[in-house]
């Protein structure tokens, strides 16, 4: 998996906006992962390559530990890469 990483992340580099989708199988990997920590709503074959990227990596070894600040900040950091982190403009005024 980490080969399939490193050649997507190649990829962009060398072919830009136009390189190919992602592997279905490291797709299908990165949904597994995010429904294992609580992302059920998202749907992993909408993610840019970029994105697959981004949290196959992310969602290496310990991610996966329910307990303790790492699990919190493994799902900070895959809100950011989502761009679920854009403040609120708060409550609007009727």
């Known amino acids: ?15 830009g906006p136009s390189a ?3 592997n279905a199988q490291l797709v299908a ?16 074959r909408t993610l ?5 990227a981004a949290l196959h990596m992310e969602l290496q070894g ?3 530990s329910r307990f303790g600040p790492g699990f ?7 809100k950011v890469i989502l761009g679920w982190d854009a403040p609120s403009n708060g409550p609007t005024s009727p």
């Open 29 to 44: 990997s990165v949904q597994n992962r995010l429904d294992r920590i609580g992302f059920t709503q998202v749907d992993a």
């Open 72 to 78: 919190l900040r493994t799902r900070e950091k895959v």
């Open 48 to 52: 840019s390559t970029r994105q697959i």
């Open 1 to 15: 998996m980490i080969r399939a990483a490193l050649a997507l992340i190649t990829a962009l580099a060398i072919g």
């Open 62 to 64: 310990r991610a996966f």
């Open 20 to 22: 190919a989708a992602p």
